[in-house]
T-cell receptor
Framework: DGGITQSPKYLFRKEGQNVTLSCEQN?????MYWYRQDPGQGLRLIYY???????QKGDIAEGYSVSREKKESFPLTVTSAQKNPTAFYLC?????????FGPGTRLTVL | AQKITQTQPGMFVQEKEAVTLDCTYD???????LFWYKQPSSGEMIFLIY??????QNATEGRYSLNFQKARKSANLVISASQLGDSAMYFC?????????????FGPGTSLSVIP
């Protein structure tokens, strides 16, 4: 089936640890995005990538890193430098008329 | 400055009634796109409807329609014949052509509760 997968669904991390969230797509889209959502709020853009081996910072990139070695994959690493990482993380692919989202990963820092 | 405004943090509607969710936006671009997404409690973002700034007719998708008033910069979502499954958060979003990539800006959302 075509779609966007994110894993894991729930992730718990101790303070000071880096964690990597997975995003995979088989819809052959060039553009991929990472968003963060805090409770009761809309989405904020962390990073985006329009093509393999290229990515750009979004509005809240500090404390995060990404890679885009393959068209299908756009993993997000939440580093220890991110001061308040507990949030819901959504990966998306998109074009001009539509952005499709994955099911999300809920990250909790203990 | 806030680019997308959704003034209704929470809305209630009786089952089978119609409901309008408000969205106003701010842009100086002539070319832009407007989106509505539904987010149920599971967290998944579900694309509902899209309206381009040059589209002359209001977009419709099944029970969803977008009341696009360009001069007022509003893009309200109308849900007809509400169902219990419509209870969710609804987000209005905008893509501006002036950005170098397909960046989409989201509003704060409106929580809709459908009452049996």
């Amino acid at each position: 089936d075509g779609g966007i997968t994110q894993s894991p669904k729930y992730l718990f991390r101790k303070e000071g640890q880096n964690v990597t969230l997975s995003c995979e797509q088989n819809l052959n889209h060039d553009a991929m995005y990472w968003y963060r959502q805090d409770p009761g709020q809309g989405l904020r853009l962390i990073y985006y990538s329009q093509i393999v081996n290229d990515f750009q910072k979004g509005d809240i990139a500090e404390g995060y890193s990404v890679s885009r070695e393959k068209k299908e994959s756009f993993p997000l690493t939440v580093t220890s430098a991110q001061k308040n990482p507990t949030a819901f993380y959504l990966c998306a692919i998109g074009d001009s008329n539509e952005q499709l989202f994955g099911p999300g990963t809920r990250l909790t820092v203990l | 400055a806030q680019k997308i405004t959704q003034t209704q943090p929470g809305m209630f509607v009786q089952e089978k009634e119609a409901v309008t969710l408000d969205c106003t936006y701010d842009t100086s671009d002539q070319s832009y796109g407007l989106f509505w997404y539904k987010q149920p409690s599971s967290g998944e973002m579900i694309f509902l409807i899209y309206q381009g700034s040059y589209d002359e007719q209001n977009a419709t998708e099944g029970r969803y329609s977008l009341n696009f008033q360009k001069a007022r910069k509003s893009a309200n979502l109308v849900i007809s014949a509400s169902q219990l499954g419509d209870s969710a958060m609804y987000f209005c979003a905008m893509r501006e052509a002036s950005t170098s990539y397909d960046k989409v800006i989201f509003g704060p959302g409106t929580s809709l509760s459908v009452i049996p």
